[in-house]
């Protein structure tokens, strides 16, 4: 983790977590797709995830009393079974290099794979998606645990829980700072929660830790940012920049994945 490519993907990984943090989810699925540009998949997560939560608490703090309860109740139950699959996920793949002569080269390949399938399809999903409905959705349970489970496996494996987060909650037509408060609050409880599963796994270290350090100041100034564009900038225009360049970055990860 040294040189100056790894520094600029670092600091547009840190800012891009900062704007996620203040209320736009989607933009913290480029953080690790960008951060694999320059290492392994697996080392970006664990490398990034005390930056995301030290953000975290700037998010709470700009959003501490905007959130629907019910929705966010929902959504952390649901988050909570995810990261649960999703460590069992990444104990298997893991497990797949241990049987190869413990080569961590096969995991990387797998998890460069999976981040890079799991950043196409999503992407792909919000190009196509009609608008949201006029008539806002009542927040059900049943779909409301399935996509937020799925949200805490992809949050597991490459903190990309934003996009099928989304596919349930836009559709619920929550106010902008509602739909940022309760996301936020969400996503700050599961990071917080991940740290346990990352730690026993070997994903955060001394290493790790020093770089994420340099990286925390930048990622909290940058949350003000995210308020600052969920209160200001045109909506549709932000996400479509932002989902092109999430389908971009996968595509080459797949590519990468696929040629080891």
């Known amino acids: ?29 480029l953080v690790v797709p960008v951060m694999s540009l320059a290492i392994s998949p697996v080392m ?13 608490w700037f998010g709470l703090y700009a959003y501490r009393k905007e959130f629907d309860g019910r929705v966010l109740v929902i959504t952390m139950i649901g988050l909570t079974i995810g990261v649960g699959i999703g460590w069992a996920i990444y104990a ?21 794979l999976l981040v890079g399938v799991i950043s196409v399809v999503f992407a792909i999903s919000q ?3 009609r608008s949201v409905l006029a008539t806002p959705r009542k927040a059900e349970i049943l779909p409301g645990l399935f996509w937020t489970t799925i949200a805490g496996i992809t949050s597991f494996v490459s903190h990309t829980g934003g ?28 990071n917080a929660f991940k740290l346990i599963p990352y730690y026993l796994l070997g994903q955060i270290n001394l290493v790790s830790l020093e770089t994420a350090a340099v990286l925390m100041p930048i990622a909290a100034a940058s949350v003000f940012l995210g308020v600052w564009a969920v209160r200001r900038l045109p909506e549709r225009l932000f996400f479509t920049i932002v ?17 080891g």
Do not use: C, H
């Open 1 to 29: 983790m040294n040189g100056w490519e790894f520094w600029v993907v670092a600091v547009m990984a840190a800012v891009l977590t900062g704007v996620g943090k203040g209320g736009i989810p989607i933009v913290g699925a």
């Open 44 to 56: 970006a997560a664990g490398l990034m995830l005390p930056v995301y939560v030290v953000s975290d």
């Open 92 to 112: 298997f793949v893991a497990s797949l290099g241990s049987a190869s002569g413990g080569s961590q080269a096969l995991v990387d390949q797998w998890v460069t």
């Open 127 to 129: 190009l196509l998606r």
């Open 163 to 190: 996009p099928p987060y989304q596919v349930w909650t836009l559709p619920l037509g929550m106010k902008k700072a509602v739909f940022a408060g309760t996301s936020t609050i969400a996503f700050a409880y599961i």
């Open 243 to 259: 989902t092109w360049s999430l389908l971009l970055i996968g595509l080459e990860l797949v590519w990468k994945g696929i040629t």
